[in-house]
């Protein structure tokens, strides 16, 4: 028996399998940095938007439009967001890191939509949706199905969606504001608050203002 | 770091498998660069006279083999061997079709073949009986279903007279004439095995003679057999891997040829397929259990601490990453339908995002695997003097790992309820 080989094979496959991982983790870290990145600009730019409200009082609807994209930046960090928790696990302290700035962000988000809604007399049609992927919600993931297709069919609809267990105290506030139960899944629709799952026909009935856009648009205004 | 951070038990047996996996190729491949390293150093060996060359009984065993029998016979009287040193042995063990019919014909216009006919009993007891009816210095089977390069039996010889140890001589076994996808996968396959019967011969742990024309001293086979009567044992079916056990077990030399060339008919349907691998891994199993005290022993070198736990980890290590894949396969199956149900049928077409490619330590893993793979089919296909194609190899690549853990699944669920294949006696 030639012992050397069997040292010679763990000393290279050790190897390979060290390196394998280090190069796995400096991507998945790269990855974490740009959602940090783009954390960052989120933040700058809200910032930037908030700012320019206070100084001019009359600052114009037309200008307003970058919230609009603000909000699908968010989307995207979301979605980018979502997949790096199922990379790395729901646990791990980067991610929710990152996640707890994302529910900061949203909430800056949601305030300043609020503002432009009286500013400018226009009605977004905003949700609050407060999950939980705990194992406790069995119905949270149904509840993101239909909140993404609405979402997908409509562009007036501005959802924000909140890990309920995320340990932050602007989101506990929000929580004890909107009067968000411990049953989750939980939607807060026009400033009330409905516990448990609601399937697209329920949310339809809850949303009637959707459903009337929808009747309204022309044939090619419409995405369904 | 993250990944060991935030590692599932799952996850963790996953990597273990892998590391092992990797391992035992990585040995593998050092072995082999090694060995040939050492072997260009060495003078090249001179052939032998044909004098000198040893007799060789050459018995096929044969069930209902009409379609392919009188095939076999020829290429075997085609062999480059002295007609006086060389008998053929066809065992009807009990076929019911012509094969009794062209074993005797053949018989009657070649006198180096001799037919002989018997109730079926299995393959172990034909070739029992041929090795009873002959009494020359080597014995070798080939199944009916498979046909010999002319240079065959002389580079196996060659490799008895070379070394006076050697017990038993195993070819390269590779598939005839592929006509589906199912046969050019197991074309690349056995591509593989080539490679691995070769290392296995450089490190002493050949633990399988195969039925297409494995050779074997007869003084050794009968020294490690109890009785002189029954050499070839039923043993759950595959009499094959019980005697490379066997030998193994008593210390004797299996030595292979990677330029020996068999070429044989494989399974053309996924049933068929199965039914085959399923004696095959079951038969493994339950010679392995018969063999256990070789298992993890040091007093065996590389088949005792290497080859033989690394393939029994590989057996439950595929029936467990088949499960996790079936129980992953079927949840996704669920939330599509949950997802159908509560928000309808959406057709959109994904943005490609470099961000979304999965860039997991376990995909970096499989994808060395499989570039190891690929630098074992290479050498392969170096030592056998043979090419691989692209198609088979892709084909190996794409179906071998979804559908062989279902009949690693198979084996091991019938080994452990100890319910043997029924199949057909002698194959």
Redesign the interface.
Known sequence: ?NYK??L???I??ST??VT??????K???D?LL?VRAIEEKMSIDILSLETQFELLQELSCGQITESTILSSELNTLGS?LS?MEG???T???EVIRLKRRYSILQIKDLLLMRKVIDKCDIAPTVVLYFYSNDGNCSAC??QG??L??LS?DHDDLRIYAFDANLDLSALRTLVRINKVGASLPALVINGKTYNGFK??SDMKVLLPELIEETNTATPDQTKE | MLVFCTMTIDMTIMYALLYISLYFEVFLLISFISHNKNKSNQEPQASVHKDCLPEVTIAVPCYNEEKSLAATLTSLLALDYPENKLHILVVNDGSIDETSNIAHKFASEYKQITALDKENGGKASAMNMALSNSNSELIGCLDADSFVDPSALMLIAHQFINDSEVSAVTPAIMIDNPKNILQMMQRAEYMAGIFMRRVFSMIDSIIVTPGPFSIFRRADIIEVSECADNVWLHAHGTEDFEMGLRLQSNYKRIANEPLAKVMTISPDTLYSLYRQRIRWMYGFLMNTWDYKHMVGNIKYGNIGILVLPTTLVSIFGGVYVFGLLLTNIVSYLLDALVHVYTAGFTLSVPRFDWFYINTSALIFMVLILILVLLIILHYAAQISHTRVRKRDTALYLLLYGLIAPVWLTGAVVRATVGAESKWKVIR
């Open positions: 028996m080989r069997y010679l094979a763990f290279i496959t390979i399998f394998t991982i280090l190069i796995s983790n991507l998945s870290e990855k740009q980018k997949y990379q790395l696990g646990n791990d302290p993931k149904r199905y239909v993404n297709k997908n399937s697209l």
